[in-house]
C-alpha cells in the first residue's frame, strides 16, 4: 500500500496572507482531498523579529471563510503536533548536531562585522561573496580551525551558527512535478546557516525537520521556494531520510506591465489582494475581498484556475468538481497574470446562483442602513435586478428609484422623450393604471400595450416618457415590472410628478 498522502501550508506569521499564499493553501488543499489524504496547517514563527501579532489567526480565519480548512494544525492536533515551530523550537537542536557529527555541517564563528567585510571587498572587486567550498577553509569555523581553538571559543561563549556543507563538484539532479528534471552544479550553492547560537532553527532547518517528523509526502509551496530545493534535498539527503516529492507554483504576476503581483497593483487598480481585510500598525486598511463584498466560491475559483486549468475551456469549478479534477501535473510553469476583471465575472456568476430570499435579507440590511422604510417586496425587486449586479452592494445604485422616486429626469433622456404630446400621454396611462385593480406586469402590458395600440402612436413615445417618470433615468428592468412593484398609489403619484413637470 502505497503510504497516506500528506501536505502541508506552512505560512510565517508576518502579516496578512496574500493571494498567492491563499492559492497555495488551496492546491495543497485540493492535492490532500483529492488523494484523500491529510491537508497540514503548520505556522513557521522561528524568525520572531518578523512575528506580527495576529497574522495567525488572519490565516486561520481566511481558510476558514474559503472552506478550505486544515485537517491538523494549530488547536487541531493530529499526532503530529504541535504546529508552530516556536512550540518545537527543543527539537531542532539534536538535529544540527546530528549533521555536524556525520560530517554534513559545521560550527561557524565569523562576525556579521567580518561577512560585512568580505562582501565589501569582494563587491569591490566586482564579485559575490559567497560562503561555500571555495572559501571556507579561510574563514572562521570548526573546519578551519583545530578542535582546540574551537573548543576554546565555545569556553569564551562566543556566538556560533551552524553551517551546512554543500558538497563540492556534484551535478544535483532534481525533481519537480511541475518543472521536470532540474541540474544544479552543486559549486554554486552557499553553505547556507541552519541553527543560530540563540537557539533558533533557520527556515530551512526546521522546515525540513519538520516535513519529515510531519510525515509530508508532497511539498506543494511558491515558486520563490525553487532556489532553496537543492539545499533541502541534500539535507534529506544528509539525514539519509526519505525525499518527499516537490511542486513549485508558478508566481502571480501584475495585470499589466511584468514583475510579480504586489500590494501596490491592489493599490493602484483597486482590486484587493489579500482574502480578508487587514488593519495595519499604522491604522491603514488594505482591503480584502470578504469585505468588498467576494463570495467565498468566487475567489477559490478563480484562484484555482490562476495556474491551472483542466485543458479544456471549462471555467466554473466549485470546491467538490475541483477536488475531482485538480492535479499537480496540469499546473502550468509560467507566471499567472492576475486579472480582477475576471474575479469579478466569477462573482457575477456565483451571485447569481445565490437564493432572492437571501440577497433580499442582505439587500434589507442595507436598506436599513441607509434609513430607508419600505412596504415594497424586496425580494421581487431582488429578482428584477439580480442579472444586473456583482456585488449585493450594487442593488442600491441599481435599484434606488424603488424606493426614492425621482427628483430629476435624465437630461439627455429627457430631451428624446419628454414631447409636446407626452401630458396628454401620460394623463391616459394615469386613466388606465386607476380603472385597472390587476396589477400584476403581465395584466399592466396587456391594457398599456392594447391601449397603445388603438391609437395607432408609436410605443417610444408612451414608453420612454413613462420609464422616465417613473425612474428618472432610461434604465432599469422592464417597465410593467417596475409598475407592477411600485404599485398603484406610487406609480400613480410619480406619473402625476412628471405632468406636473412638464406643465
Ligand atoms: N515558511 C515558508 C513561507 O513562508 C514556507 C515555505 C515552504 O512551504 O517550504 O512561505
Redesign the pocket.
Known amino acids: 500500500m502505497s503510504k497516506k498522502v500528506r501536505v502541508r501550508f506552512?505560512?510565517?506569521p508576518t502579516g496578512p496572507l496574500h493571494i498567492g499564499g491563499v492559492r497555495t493553501a488551496l492546491y495543497n488543499y485540493l492535492f490532500a482531498k483529492k488523494h484523500a489524504g491529510d491537508f497540514v496547517l503548520r505556522i513557521?514563527d522561528t524568525d520572531q523579529s518578523r512575528y506580527v501579532e495576529g497574522a495567525e489567526k488572519y490565516i486561520i480565519d481566511s481558510l476558514n471563510w474559503l472552506s478550505i480548512p486544515f485537517d491538523e494544525g494549530p488547536g487541531k492536533d493530529g499526532g503530529f503536533g504541535p504546529y508552530r515551530q516556536s512550540e518545537r523550537k527543543h527539537l531542532y537542536k539534536e538535529y544540527a548536531e546530528e549533521l555536524i557529527a556525520s560530517g554534513n555541517a559545521y560550527y561557524a564563528f565569523d562576525t556579521t562585522e567580518e561577512l560585512n567585510e568580505h562582501r565589501k571587498y569582494h563587491e569591490s572587486k566586482g564579485k559575490t561573496f559567497i560562503y561555500n567550498w571555495h572559501n571556507r577553509l579561510k574563514l572562521i569555523n570548526s573546519l578551519s580551525l583545530t578542535s582546540e581553538e574551537t573548543q576554546a571559543k565555545f569556553d569564551r561563549s562566543e556566538n556560533f551558527v551552524i553551517r551546512f556543507k554543500s558538497p563540492q563538484d556534484e551535478t544535483l539532479h532534481l525533481k519537480d512535478i511541475i518543472r521536470g528534471d532540474i541540474e544544479i552544479d552543486s559549486n554554486t550553492l552557499d553553505d547556507k546557516v541552519l541553527f543560530k547560537s540563540d537557539g533558533m532553527p533557520t527556515?530551512h532547518l526546521a522546515?525540513i525537520v519538520d516535513d519529515h517528523l510531519m510525515e509530508i509526502t508532497h511539498?506543494i509551496?511558491?515558486e520563490e521556494?525553487l532556489p532553496s530545493l537543492a539545499l533541502h534535498v541534500l539535507l534529506y539527503r544528509a539525514f539519509n531520510w526519505e525525499v518527499p516529492q516537490f511542486a513549485h507554483l508558478p508566481l502571480i504576476m501584475k495585470p499589466v506591465g511584468k514583475g510579480k503581483l504586489s500590494k501596490r497593483d491592489g493599490e493602484d487598480g483597486h482590486f484587493p489582494i489579500f482574502p480578508l481585510e487587514w488593519k495595519t500598525e499604522n491604522g491603514t486598511v488594505l482591503s480584502g475581498y470578504r469585505e468588498d463584498g467576494y463570495l467565498p466560491e468566487a475567489v477559490v475559483n478563480m484562484l484555482a484556475l490562476l495556474g491551472w486549468n483542466l485543458g479544456t475551456n471549462q471555467e466554473i469549478f466549485n470546491l467538490k468538481d475541483l477536488v475531482e479534477d485538480f492535479d499537480l501535473e496540469r499546473v502550468h510553469k509560467a507566471g499567472a497574470k492576475f486579472d480582477p476583471e475576471k474575479t469579478k465575472w466569477f462573482q457575477h456568476h456565483y451571485l447569481q446562483k445565490l437564493n432572492d430570499s437571501v440577497l433580499a435579507e442582505q439587500f434589507s440590511k442595507i436598506l436599513n442602513k441607509k434609513g430607508v422604510n419600505t412596504t415594497l417586496d424586496i425580494t421581487t425587486v431582488v429578482s428584477l435586478l439580480k442579472e444586473r449586479i456583482v456585488f449585493v452592494t450594487d442593488l442600491w445604485e441599481q435599484g434606488e428609484y424603488f424606493f426614492v422616486a425621482p427628483e430629476s429626469y435624465d437630461e439627455k433622456a429627457s430631451k428624446k422623450a419628454f414631447k409636446t404630446e407626452t401630458p396628454e400621454i401620460l394623463k391616459n396611462i394615469v386613466k388606465l393604471l386607476k380603472e385597472t385593480d390587476d396589477f400584476s406586469s403581465k395584466s399592466l402590458d396587456t391594457i398599456i400595450k392594447g391601449w397603445i395600440a388603438s391609437q395607432e402612436i408609436g410605443f417610444g413615445k408612451v414608453m420612454m416618457p413613462l420609464r422616465l417618470a417613473l425612474v428618472g433615468e432610461m434604465k432599469g428592468p422592464e417597465l410593467f415590472e417596475i409598475v407592477s412593484v411600485l404599485g398603484k398609489t406610487e406609480a400613480i403619484s410619480r406619473i402625476e410628478t412628471a405632468i406636473e413637470f412638464l406643465a
Open positions: 506552512a505560512p510565517s513557521e527556515y522546515n511539498v509551496r511558491g521556494w
